[in-house]
């Protein structure tokens, strides 16, 4: 007898049999105790060469970061790590630089690594659709919606980033901000960049606002060192503006320092807001306006949504995780 069929058995999946067997304590009492006495029943013992045998393959849930300074990353990295501790799989992190193909990446892996699924924080969806079919486990994507690609064992969780941008850019409007400049990324290789402008470009065309491209949007790297350089930019050139909408809260906060070092006050003569709801936000004086992602939950159900896809076969499935407009010291309203 087999664990495959041990788990036929009990009704168990084979991860949820192993991990009894192998008194693992994430493993309910109740399917421990039917799991264990069934093993007695039918007379199961663990074959000792065979899990030796196991013990020499990969074990391993592979994430593949896009971005090597993304703060929202960082702290999402730190929560999948603390949810996959519990579990009987290692995990292996791969960090990339922003621009570069994530599928192609993963590709290069899958030979040394093995992995019996992937998680990739960011991404850009024409990378998926053109390589993945190629990617033989599962895969989920956070922070980026893949559901229009209909890849079979591709998942997605996500905020929805058209309708967070177009939220800060209402709020900023309806706070009576008419000349609003943009800081965001590269809208051709960022999924989350492209999808953001469009929720700009929403709000300005409900309030019937014009926007310039060329004037008032800086495509830039998401670090605080670019969202600096970008405002900065801005400032040299004599643009006008009364708020900066920026697509990362590294960007704003860079911003925020750039203004202040021009001699702007925020949010006297400048309100500034971000989104993703970084930690340090809250600390920072004035405390920054942001749209919040949960990274605590996007984090939670990509994993589970693996797990379920590696031990029980479970099909794609895409999610939208709820986000929350945070106002702040770093807006005011000018009406």
């Known amino acids: 007898m087999t664990i495959k069929d041990l788990a036929q058995k009990t ?30 029943q039918y007379g199961f013992r663990l074959n000792e060469n065979a899990q030796r045998l196991k013990q020499t393959r990969s074990n391993t849930i592979l994430g593949i970061v896009k971005g090597r300074r993304n703060e929202l990353f960082a702290q999402m990295v730190e929560e999948i790590q603390r949810l996959v501790a519990g579990t009987p799989y290692q995990l292996s992190i791969d960090y990339m630089d922003e621009d570069d193909n994530e599928v192609q990446r993963a590709l ?12 990739f924080l960011g991404g850009s969806n024409p990378h998926f659709r053109e390589a993945y079919t190629a990617v033989p486990v599962p895969g989920v994507v956070i922070t980026n919606n893949t559901a229009g690609l209909a890849i079979g064992n591709l998942s997605s969780v996500t905020t929805d980033d058209v309708l967070a941008a177009e939220a800060a850019m209402d ?20 999924d989350a960049s492209r999808l953001r402008y469009e929720g700009c470009m929403r709000s300005f065309q409900k309030h019937n606002l014009p926007f310039t491209l060329e004037k008032e949007y800086r495509g830039v790297r998401y670090s605080y060192e670019n969202g600096y350089a970008a405002v900065k930019e801005l400032v040299d050139k004599g643009c006008r503006f009364t708020a900066i909408f920026a697509m990362a809260d590294v960007l704003a906060i860079g911003a925020i ?26 600390y920072l004086v004035p405390r920054l306006a942001t749209v919040r992602q949960s990274t605590q939950e996007l984090s939670r159900r990509g994993v589970e949504i693996l797990l379920s896809a590696i031990e029980k076969g479970s099909p794609a499935c895409h999610e939208t995780i709820p986000f929350q407009v945070a106002h702040q010291e770093s807006i005011r309203n000018i009406m």
Do not use: C, W
Not at 171 to 190: D, P, Q, V, Y
Not at 273 to 280: A, E, F, P, S, W
């Open 171 to 190: 709020t900023l409007i309806e706070m009576g901000h008419r000349e609003i400049a943009i800081i965001g990324g590269n809208r051709r290789t960022s």
């Open 108 to 119: 290069a892996l899958l030979p040394t690594q093995k992995p019996l699924g992937i998680l």
């Open 11 to 40: 009704g168990y999946a084979v991860g949820t049999v192993s991990r009894a067997l192998n008194n693992h304590p994430n493993v309910s009492e109740k399917a421990r105790e039917e799991i264990l006495r069934a093993a007695a």
């Open 257 to 282: 320092r750039a203004l202040q070092d021009a001699g702007f006050r925020v949010s006297e003569d400048v309100s500034v807001m971000g989104v993703d709801g970084l930690t340090i936000g809250d």
